[in-house]
Structure formats: C-alpha cells, structure tokens
C-alpha cells in the first residue's frame, strides 16, 4: 500500500495499492487549512481503505510547485508517517500527478493530449506552469520543462509559442501522487 499527501492547492490524502487501485481518497479543499486537517485526513484515509499504518509500505509526498507554507505541512507529514513506520518516503513533484491524471483521463477517452501544461496560481500575479509531452516506458509525465513560473499576463503567450496547451489545476489528487510514486519506485528510479 502508497499513502499519497498533497498539499500544493487544497489537502488531498489518498491510500492505493501499488498497481494503482484506489482504496481512499480524502480531499478538503481549503487551501489555508493543512495543518488542521492533514492528521485527521490521514487517519480516515487508513481507516477507509480498511489498512493499519503497518501496511504502509511507501509514502509519497506532493512537493509542489504551490505556497512553500502549506507544502511543508504536507511533506513534514509524509516524511514524519514514513520515518514513524520505518518505510520508504518518495517525493513528486505536484504537476506529474495531474498530469498523469489527465493523460489517464485521455488514454480512456481514446484522445491525445498533445503537448500540454499544468498550470497552477502561484500568487503574487504568477502562474506555475509544467509542460508536458505524453508517458515514457514506465507510464510517467514526460516533462518537456521543468516547473517554472510565469507573469499572469503572460502565460498565454508564452503556452502558445512552445505549442502546449494550458490546463488549470485546482486540485493535485493524491492518489495521483501516490502512482506516479509506485511507478517510479517499480522503475528503480
């Protein structure tokens, strides 16, 4: 079992099976509230997915692009479960789980997403954006850039010149997390 934690937007906690079923998907999505919800959040996460904390085998933790204060919630709370348990800490950066949710999403529709980017407000008049470009062999984002901030005013311009299509995240799934994280730990990487 993966727990996955997220933090970058809203909190969204989540418990797969390394193969990528979803046993529990927990979400709130205040994005000023992680430090009062994340240990509630994980507690019913484990207890909705019918798993001890024992059976926890890797914990991956969303380490942004988002506010620096609601990510360390998320990670501190990874990396204190994982250290606790004695297991495996993964990080991952935040934009490979929604994209790999959207390219997912795609696959089942029978689409091709092309180039894309995730795009998350970053505050302070920027976006974050990561631009995409489909699935390696080990079923993970390809990023054809690295997560990178631009002024809201030009983000636009800047998507339609490299050719990427913009897509707004609202929310990092966990459970996205934590499968790119199974992915990436069943590729040695």
């Known amino acids: 079992m993966i727990l996955g934690i997220d933090t970058s937007l809203g909190t969204a906690v989540a418990v797969i099976e390394p193969d990528g079923v979803v046993r529990s998907a927990i979400e709130s999505p205040d994005p000023r509230g992680h430090a009062e919800v994340i240990g509630t959040l994980i507690a019913r996460a484990l207890e909705e997915a019918s798993v001890s904390p024992d059976a926890i085998q890797a914990v991956a933790a969303g380490m942004g692009p988002g506010p620096f204060t ?21 990080p991952v950066v935040s934009h490979d ?26 505050r302070r008049r920027e976006f974050a954006y990561t631009v995409y470009d489909g699935l390696d062999d080990d079923g993970l984002p390809v990023r054809a850039s690295e997560p990178a901030l631009a002024p809201r005013d030009e983000l636009d311009a800047l998507l339609a010149e490299i050719g990427a299509a913009r897509h707004d995240a609202h929310s990092v799934p966990a459970s996205m997390v934590a499968l790119v994280a199974s992915r990436s730990v069943a590729a040695g990487r």
């Open 70 to 90: 609601g990510l360390r919630v998320g990670v501190a709370a990874a990396r204190a479960f994982a250290l606790g348990r004695g297991t495996r800490f993964v």
């Open 97 to 122: 789980a929604v994209a790999l949710a959207l390219m997912l999403d795609a696959a089942v529709r029978g689409d091709d997403p092309g180039r894309f980017a995730v795009v998350t407000d970053a």
